[in-house]
């Protein structure tokens, strides 16, 4: 097996805004699935949306999970906004991951609010929203 090399890129686009009002992680529907050749690939991940919250007193958080994996912090994810009367904010994440398996590995945006008075919204005003998955030879 090459290393170092791109083996795969699996490419997953959504144009259909999800919002939430929970103040715990929730599946915002933005997901890529890839199935490494080996396992001792690694696997990159990428991902792009807009976002945005209708309070301006909220705070919206994003992460990233494998499986039922929090990959991100466990109550601040990968990050957060400060939202803004819901003008659309772009934002991205990145993750190198070793998943250790030639199975399907299925990745996923989840993302949640600072209070339930402010909802927040993935692929906001249907935007398109990509996540991407490339498989690197280790």
């Keep these: 097996l090459v290393t170092g090399k791109i083996l795969q890129v699996i490419n997953a686009t959504f144009s259909t805004s999800t919002t939430t009002s929970s103040t715990s992680f929730a599946d915002s529907g933005l997901n890529v699935a890839i199935t490494p050749s080996a396992t001792s690939s690694k696997v990159f991940i990428m991902a792009t949306f807009a976002s945005g919250g209708d309070n301006n007193d909220g705070t919206s958080y994003f992460t990233l999970t494998k499986g039922a994996s929090n990959l991100g912090h466990s ?16 934002s991205a994440l990145s993750y190198l991951d070793s ?19 402010n909802d927040v919204a993935v692929s906001l005003d249907d935007a398109t929203s990509t996540m991407t998955a490339m498989e690197i030879g280790a």
């Design 99 to 117: 998943p250790s398996t030639t199975s399907e590995t299925t990745y996923k945006i989840y993302f949640k609010t600072s209070h339930t008075n």
């Design 75 to 90: 109550t601040e994810g990968f990050g957060k906004l400060q939202n803004d009367d819901s003008s659309q904010q772009l």
